[in-house]
């Protein structure tokens, strides 16, 4: 069973999600689909805690409200400086 997960998780999945990435990068900028790999960790906690019954505790759920701080971060910024171009 592990073997398979392995091999699962080696192949198909880093396959898929290279592919998908590569078409992402032709569509929008680098540096726009680069803040999309923050959001890898919150779907990892959801999905584990939807299909693998993972118990989400108060760490988990701190470290998950500090990347949604960081996103939050990361996309607030850019448009301050903006703001600060057009005036």
Do not use: K, N
Request: contains cysteine; aromatic residues 10%.
């Amino acid at each position: 069973g592990s073997l398979i997960g392995l091999a699962y998780a080696a192949i198909v999945a880093t396959f898929v999600c290279h592919t998908l990435w590569f078409a992402l990068v032709r569509v929008l900028p680098a540096a726009v689909a680069a803040i999309g790999t923050l959001a890898i960790p919150i779907m990892g906690v959801f999905f584990s805690a939807l299909f693998l019954s993972e118990h989400v505790g108060i760490r988990e759920v701190i470290a998950l409200c500090l990347v949604v701080a960081a996103l939050a971060t990361i996309l607030a910024f850019p448009m301050v400086g903006r703001m600060r171009e057009h005036q």
